[in-house]
């Protein structure tokens, strides 16, 4: 049962995107198009979980115990750049038709606040760890599940007559903020 | 003259925000109040200034290979320092930036501007490109925050000039009006930057 809050308080309540601010570049680079925005969601979700895993047992395995936290920052913020480089090197080998059309973001992946962020804050909120890593999921699905959203009303803007200044990140802001109101409606389902 | 356009340069024509748009989460998650945003600006600047600086004057040692990881790890090292003082000597302000201290680290501004510059440029230059830059980010982020103190609290810097109890926009201190604010701002700049190219 925590579990599932847990899960349901990071996709929606918590939503990583729209309630928390993390991940903003992607969110607007990569929302042009939903198939691009799918791939990248993904993309996310699997590094985020992964990282949620890795950092949690470098945290209580190595820097608690030899009283380093203050290497907190520096340690997440490699592991994440070489976890990403792992993944990157994997999908090469494995699929390259995947790796071929995610291009770009693979490695952008790395400089996704929402990684970091989520590592810091299952430290900070002492999850276990399997609690760490249905967080990681749940905010991976939470940010793939807004870029959808976002992706989907930017493909119909297309035909919209918008005008000249707003065009590009401006609109894509307020509707932002609108699909963000949407989400506090989730607000209080989760105390 | 080449120093002063390398720091005049971060303010309007390559600001950050307005008009590169990167380092957007902080902009977005810290601008509640004027003051915050005022702090999380400089804070970002203290650590852009240091870490190009450093950069700029490592910039031989390193092999071309590893240099992001090595460029992060100096950033790192810096934030960590930030976040150390202001959780020993601010602690207030540390409660209320909370994540996005740490979060510096990636923000696209200081690898970006590592990249770049810092790694191209003498000492000098890429300190001040750095400050340039981070003062380009502070009032981005105090404007961004004062707008959205004044409606959502009816107070400006801490100042209270609406009577208390008065209804205010609370929506603006939420994140829907974080959102709607900075597209609003970005037409805005959008506007002026259009009209200074037509004349």
Request: aromatic share 10%; with cysteine.
């Amino acid at each position: 049962m925590n579990l599932f809050v847990i899960l349901l308080s990071a996709l929606l309540v918590n939503n990583f995107v729209l309630v928390r601010f993390l991940g903003i570049c992607p969110f607007l680079g990569v929302s042009k198009q939903v198939e691009s925005a799918l791939g990248m969601g993904l993309a996310t979700t699997f590094v985020m979980v992964v990282a949620s895993a890795v950092t949690w047992l470098i945290q209580w395995f190595i820097l608690e115990p030899f009283g380093l936290p203050f290497l907190q920052n520096m340690a997440f913020i490699l592991v994440i750049a070489s976890m990403v480089q792992l993944v990157e090197m994997f999908l090469h080998k494995t699929s390259p038709g995947l790796y071929q059309a995610m291009g770009i973001f693979l490695p952008l992946i790395t400089t996704n606040c929402a990684i970091l962020g989520l590592a810091i804050m299952a430290v900070q909120g002492a999850y276990s760890f399997i609690e760490s890593v249905v967080f990681g999921l749940g905010g991976g699905l939470g940010f793939t599940l807004a870029l959808i959203l976002l992706a989907g009303i930017r493909e119909e803007l297309k035909f919209a007559d918008i005008p000249k200044p707003l065009q590009g990140a401006g609109i894509a802001f307020i509707i932002a903020g609108l699909l963000s109101l949407a989400f506090s409606g989730f607000a209080g389902l989760v105390s | 003259m080449a120093l002063g356009k390398d720091f005049i340069r971060g303010l309007w024509e390559e600001n950050p925000t307005f008009r590169i748009m990167i380092g957007l989460c902080p902009t977005l998650a810290v601008t509640t109040s004027a003051i915050n945003g005022l702090s999380m600006g400089l804070a970002t600047s203290f650590v852009l200034v240091c870490s190009s600086a450093l950069i700029s004057l490592v910039k031989r040692l390193i092999p071309d290979k590893v240099r992001i990881p090595s460029y992060i790890i100096i950033i790192a090292t810096f934030v960590t320092i930030v976040d150390l003082y202001m959780h020993a000597y601010l602690p207030g302000l540390h409660q209320v930036l909370g994540l996005f201290i740490p979060l510096i680290v990636v923000n696209c501004i200081v690898l970006g501007r590592a990249e770049a510059f810092a790694s191209k440029k003498p000492v000098l230059a890429s300190a001040l490109d750095g400050l340039g830059m981070g003062l380009g980010f502070t009032w981005a982020l105090t404007l961004l925050g004062l707008i959205r103190e004044i409606f959502g609290a009816g107070s400006a810097f801490g100042f209270q000039f609406l009577k208390e109890g008065t209804t205010t926009l609370g929506i603006m201190s939420l994140p829907p009006g974080a959102f709607i604010t900075l597209g609003i701002l970005l037409a805005v700049m959008n506007m002026i930057a259009a009209r200074q190219k037509a004349s």
